[in-house]
């Protein structure tokens, strides 16, 4: 199974091909560079690959959430090149993806990413039987101050959200974290990962059904809440 999986919903741009067992990747730390590089990427690892786009057989998305314009692009791509290829669409979670990418050491894993505006998008896993990921309850927006997750646990954390509010994070957390970087955004390569179990079984959406998740529907803060934020 030929499969291209891409993420745009943070400063990170990433593109990956799932060919027979192996992963092809491209990434860059590229902020407001998605749209010039996003292409060419899958340009990229399909001519590495030796796979052309008539031989892809689904495409994987990270559906958010994250930046509004990172998560439009790469669904507006997905939906695209999905549509002209009549292929259908596998829509992963963005924070999942990110905890997949945190070590495997029994511990849950707390995602979080930076929202801006003082707030970070967050979700909880554990591992699977297959080594991935599953949530542990719903993902959530919000100030940091108030993060709820659920007690009794040593966590591993991982994501932008991290480096923005670590004091706040760990605040919440009943006991310092097992592990924890900040420095760490979605990947394509683990969205390819999460997508391929579905993929085998036949799951996807149509491409016009594969929809963002935002988890909200504010992009900017006014002057006032910028000088509340600052204080």
């Known amino acids: ?64 959430p994250g930046a509004f314009t990172g998560v439009r692009l790469a669904i507006s791509a997905a939906q695209g090149i999905a549509l002209a290829l009549d292929l259908p669409v596998i829509p992963i979670s963005s924070l999942a993806a990110l905890a997949l990418d945190a070590p495997n050491n029994n511990h849950p894993i707390l995602a979080v990413i930076d ?44 994501g932008s959200g991290w480096d923005s509010y670590a004091e706040m994070i760990q605040s919440r957390l009943e006991s310092a974290p097992a592990w924890a970087q900040g420095e760490r955004y979605p990947q394509a390569t683990a969205i390819a990962r999460l997508a391929a179990r579905e993929a085998s079984s036949g799951q996807g959406l149509a491409p016009e059904l594969a929809l963002p998740v935002y988890l909200r529907d504010k992009v900017a803060l006014t002057t006032k809440e910028r000088q509340q934020v600052r204080n």
């Open 1 to 64: 199974m030929n499969l291209l999986a891409i993420e745009t919903s943070t400063e990170s741009c990433s593109v990956a091909l799932s060919c027979n067992g192996e992963l092809i990747s491209r990434s860059e730390f590229a902020p407001r560079r998605h749209a010039e590089l996003l292409l060419p990427m899958c340009e990229e690892v399909l001519t590495e690959a030796g796979v052309s786009r008539r031989q892809l057989d689904v495409i994987a998305v990270g559906r958010g």
């Open 115 to 158: 929202a801006r505006m003082g707030e970070i998008y967050a979700g909880t896993f554990r591992r699977d039987q297959e080594g991935l990921v599953e949530p542990l309850g719903m993902e959530s927006v919000g100030s940091a101050a108030v993060l709820k997750v659920a007690a009794g646990q040593i966590w591993n954390v991982i």
